[in-house]
């Protein structure tokens, strides 16, 4: 028989520890594990988000970015003119930007009389002379989108190319605008040597082909008043001055369809 003694030094459970402490235990167990589960999808949702952050093409900052490090230069005298152009009842600015670095923007838009604060111009051209600074390609058409539509998110593709007393210019427009009567023409040209970027756009015209005349006949009509330092420039220009054609084409009727005017590709000889 056993005794009293050997009875009660038995325990009462096996593990020494109370069911409702096991179960508190295991409670504990799975939250953490639910817990854990929980945080590792919130981080991959925002690693997921964050990529697809990236990739958005931001319209709202290309314009802070790329004005980085450019200042308004008010003493500096303009490098160049449109003569002629055919813009009656439009003012004309002229602004000069310099970077640190070396880089020089001369700027003209042309805008309707009477125009508010913040309303789009009818067309501006910029001659772009890099210093140090970073100028690709990439920033090129990411500027020209920002300018073109400046509160939009859309961005540029080609719309074909035109002629010049600079050789074959490529023009752009807003993505969705191929068929859009009203839609803006914009236009890049980067020359090697000496290395210049001329861009800008137009909504001169009431239809594609008088768009891409008038963006010809901008171009074909710029003139430098000023090289400074840079004979490369005056050559440039005096070169391109030998190329330069005639703006009849402007007076033309939308319905033609010649290399200038035509809202296709013309056909030019050479690469760009």
Same mark, same amino acid.
């Given at each position: 028989?056993?005794?009293?003694?050997?009875?009660?030094?038995?325990?009462?459970?096996?593990?020494? #520890?109370?069911?409702? @402490?096991?179960?508190?235990?295991?409670?504990?167990?799975?939250?953490?594990?639910?817990?854990?589960?929980?945080?590792?999808?919130?981080? @991959?949702?925002?690693?997921?988000?964050?990529?697809?952050w990236?990739? @958005?093409? /931001?319209?709202?900052g290309?314009?802070?970015?790329?004005?980085?490090?450019?200042?308004?230069?008010?003493?500096?005298?303009?490098?160049?003119?449109?003569?002629?152009?055919?813009?009656?009842?439009?003012?004309?600015?002229?602004?000069?930007?310099?970077?640190?670095?070396?880089?020089?923007?001369?700027?003209?838009?042309?805008?309707a009389?009477?125009e508010?604060?913040?309303?789009?111009?009818?067309?501006?051209?910029?001659?772009?002379?890099?210093?140090?600074?970073?100028?690709?390609?990439?920033?090129?058409i990411?500027?020209?989108?920002?300018?073109?539509?400046?509160?939009?998110?859309?961005?540029?593709?080609?719309?074909?190319? #035109?002629?010049?007393?600079?050789?074959?210019?490529?023009?752009?427009?807003?993505?969705?605008?191929?068929?859009?009567?009203?839609?803006?023409?914009?236009?890049?040209?980067?020359?090697?040597?000496?290395?210049?970027?001329?861009?800008?756009?137009?909504?001169?015209? /009431?239809?594609?082909?008088?768009?891409?005349?008038? #963006?010809?006949?901008?171009?074909?009509?710029?003139?430098l008043?000023?090289?400074?330092?840079?004979?490369?420039?005056?050559?440039?220009?005096?070169?391109?001055? @030998?190329?330069?054609?005639?703006?009849?084409?402007?007076?033309?009727?939308?319905?033609?369809?010649?290399?200038?005017?035509?809202?296709?590709?013309?056909?030019?000889?050479?690469?760009?």
């Amino acid at each position: 028989m056993r005794s009293i003694w050997t009875t009660r030094a038995t325990p009462p459970y096996p593990t020494h #520890i109370h069911p409702a @402490l096991n179960s508190f235990a295991d409670e504990c167990r799975g939250m953490l594990v639910h817990l854990a589960v929980y945080l590792g999808g919130l981080a @991959l949702l925002a690693i997921i988000g964050a990529h697809l952050w990236d990739e @958005l093409p /931001d319209r709202a900052g290309v314009e802070p970015a790329a004005r980085a490090g450019w200042s308004l230069a008010t003493r500096s005298y303009p490098a160049f003119a449109v003569s002629q152009f055919d813009l009656y009842g439009k003012t004309e600015a002229y602004e000069i930007f310099r970077h640190p670095e070396g880089g020089r923007k001369d700027v003209l838009r042309w805008a309707a009389q009477g125009e508010k604060p913040g309303e789009k111009p009818v067309a501006e051209l910029e001659i772009y002379r890099p210093g140090g600074e970073s100028s690709g390609s990439g920033l090129a058409i990411a500027e020209i989108a920002a300018r073109m539509d400046p509160e939009g998110w859309r961005q540029l593709e080609a719309a074909g190319v #035109i002629d010049s007393k600079f050789g074959p210019v490529t023009l752009l427009r807003l993505a969705g605008d191929a068929n859009d009567a009203a839609s803006c023409l914009g236009f890049l040209k980067r020359l090697d040597e000496p290395n210049v970027r001329i861009s800008g756009w137009s909504c001169q015209g /009431d239809a594609v082909p008088a768009r891409r005349a008038a #963006i010809g006949c901008m171009l074909n009509r710029l003139i430098l008043l000023t090289s400074g330092n840079e004979p490369k420039l005056a050559e440039l220009f005096a070169h391109a001055e @030998l190329r330069r054609g005639s703006c009849a084409t402007t007076a033309l009727p939308s319905t033609s369809a010649d290399w200038v005017t035509g809202a296709q590709n013309p056909s030019l000889r050479g690469s760009l």
